[in-house]
Nanobody, 126 residues
């Protein structure tokens, strides 16, 4: 059974940093897209960053470019999101997700992702 478990969320002041981790179990995902998404209260879930099966395949939502970095360690079946210069508008529940298409094109729409974690809360105070 596939399971994704996020960690690393918390409360941080504006300008601070957090590093989210997502460990996958149940199968390996070295050939799949992995992504981070977030959902703030009253808003739709949105893509934050995604990484394909090649390291040069990356996507960042415009508001996080230059501040967030996605990375993955296939040996550990883990994807990370380094978040720097955090802003109050980054406050949300952050989810990691993996698609199930092997060696597919990079996608960042939530509808293309099949496996999801339970989410971790990130709160940025002003």
């Amino acid at each position: 059974q596939v399971q994704l478990v996020e960690s690393g969320g918390g409360l941080v002041q504006a300008g601070g940093s957090l590093r989210l981790s997502c460990i996958a179990s149940g199968r390996t995902f070295s050939s799949n897209n992995m992504g981070w998404f977030r959902q703030a209260p009253g808003k739709e879930r949105e893509s934050v960053a995604a990484m394909g099966w090649r390291d040069d395949m990356t996507y960042y939502e415009d508001s996080v470019k230059g501040r967030f970095t996605i990375s993955r360690d296939n040996a550990k079946n883990t994807v990370y999101l380094q978040m720097n210069s955090l802003k109050p508008e980054d406050t949300a529940v952050y989810y990691c997700a993996v698609d199930r298409i092997d060696y597919g094109a990079l996608t960042h729409s939530p509808r293309f992702y099949h496996y999801w974690g339970q989410g971790t809360q990130v709160t940025v105070s002003s």
